[in-house]
């Protein structure tokens, strides 16, 4: 037998290879932003992750000491388990879904490896090559790269209300395209931190059922409001339109990343019984079933610690984007606007017209030692150069006051 030389093996092109939808796979500016957090000079606010000293660490140890303790337990959190979930962990859910104005049953549940892989797994159900997705813009990144993988074409989902169902439809039948499916941050969306008002929800609904199409709530903030009461989700409003979630199009996405920890990779989808069923035969082909581990530890977690977890994260966040809302006045010139979010973790500052925030963010590390995400990587038509994210939920009020004021400096003194 022979082999081929050492040499060849090394330079050997893969992206020949690949099949073609790997060629829309694109690295995550965010990701690669976060590599900056190790860097103690940067004050960074890339990353929309939660701040590590917030994590439930007592209750983590109490549970996985407890379950690990408990032969039994122990055996079963350690084995291979069911594609849906861990039982009492989805009935928790069910409970929590019940606090928000929807009724469901645990059929109606399913665990995921984080609500990004809900995405991917729902992605792959619903979008084929050429399909439409409609999406905001912005919108999150990461949506845009697990649907990107299924070969969609996107257009903007306009949530004010100026475009029709009947200029969907032309859209997508100009570009020879099927109508596949919609999606909507609801809740302190990512990157904008702004919620859709109830009337827009309303507008939404009635949208995807003229068009009957499912529509994507992912609700990964909602748990994190700190101003005003809490919109009923787009789930619950439809549920209440039509008596029963099995007759919804509304599928939610759900994740404990933001309130108890994004480490052990939890989320779960929301919806009717016949969407669920088609979306464990998804996850079994993924991944057979997120950790047992994780979610037995979960159970126990949020059981016990849910409620005061929340509230302490929200009192934590409120006080930090109120700095950061208060530095942004104090450092902003003239020209740069920004969104006073109601909850979540994030503030979108608007430039003025010509100035590129991929280039200001290399300025800005360079010259102050200050970092963001560029406002394009949100935007599915390379659009909205003129836009950052800056992150709240990882820097005490005193870093965010500093962060800010060197961003300033270095808007200020743009073009001298």
């Excluded at 290879?17 to 900056?36: N, P, V, Y």
């Excluded at 997705?133 to 074409?153: D, H, M, S, W």
């Excluded at 005003?228 to 209440?240: E, I, K, R, T, Y």
Aim: net charge neutral; glycine share 8%; charged share 25%.
């Amino acid at each position: 037998m022979s082999y081929a030389p050492e040499a060849e093996l090394k330079n050997r092109d893969w992206e020949a290879l690949f099949a073609h939808r790997a060629e829309r796979m694109r690295a995550s500016e965010i990701r690669e932003l976060l590599k900056l957090l190790a860097r103690g000079d940067i004050i960074s606010f890339a990353g929309g992750i939660p701040d590590p000293a917030l994590f439930p660490m007592a209750a983590m140890q109490r549970a996985h000491a407890e379950v690990l303790g408990d032969p039994a337990l122990g055996s079963a959190a350690l084995q291979y388990s069911v594609s849906e979930g861990y039982p009492p962990l989805r009935a928790w859910i069910v409970s929590r879904m019940a606090r928000l104005g929807i009724a469901c049953d645990i059929d109606n549940v399913m665990l995921t490896s984080g609500s990004q892989q809900a995405l991917d797994l729902l992605a792959k159900l619903f979008l084929g090559r050429n399909d439409t997705a409609l999406v905001t813009k912005p919108t999150y990144l990461g949506a845009l790269q697990a649907f990107n993988t299924y070969e969609p074409r996107f257009a903007e989902l306009k949530l004010d209300g100026n475009m029709t169902p009947a200029a969907y439809r032309e859209e997508a039948a100009a570009a020879s395209s099927r109508l596949a499916m919609a999606y909507v941050v609801s809740d302190f969306a990512n990157p904008t931190g702004i919620s859709v008002p109830r009337a827009a929800r309303e507008r939404l609904l009635d949208a995807v059922a003229d068009l009957d199409i499912p529509l994507i709530e992912d609700t990964a903030y909602e748990a994190l409001g700190y101003d005003g009461a809490a919109v009923p989700s787009c789930l619950a409003l439809d549920v209440a339109r039509r008596g029963h979630i099995d007759s919804s199009r509304v599928i939610y996405c759900g994740t404990f990343s933001k309130t108890i920890a994004p480490g052990l990779r939890l989320g779960w989808i929301c919806a009717a019984h016949d969407l669920v069923k088609k979306a464990v035969l998804a996850k079994q082909a993924t991944d057979l079933h997120s950790s047992s581990l994780n979610q037995v530890v979960m159970h126990r977690v949020v059981t016990e610690v849910f409620e005061r977890q929340v509230s302490r994260l929200a009192a934590a966040y409120a006080k930090r984007r109120d700095a950061m809302l208060a530095a942004l006045e104090r450092h902003m010139p003239e020209g740069v606007s920004w969104t006073r979010p109601g909850g979540g973790m994030f503030v979108w500052v608007t430039l003025p017209e010509g100035l590129d925030g991929a280039e200001l963010l290399a300025a800005a590390i360079e010259r102050e030692k200050v970092a963001f995400v560029p406002g394009k990587a949100f935007y599915f038509d390379g659009t909205g150069a003129n836009h950052i994210r800056l992150s709240f939920s990882l820097m005490p009020e005193d870093r965010i006051e500093e962060g800010i004021a060197r961003l300033g400096r270095v808007i200020k003194g743009w073009g001298k």
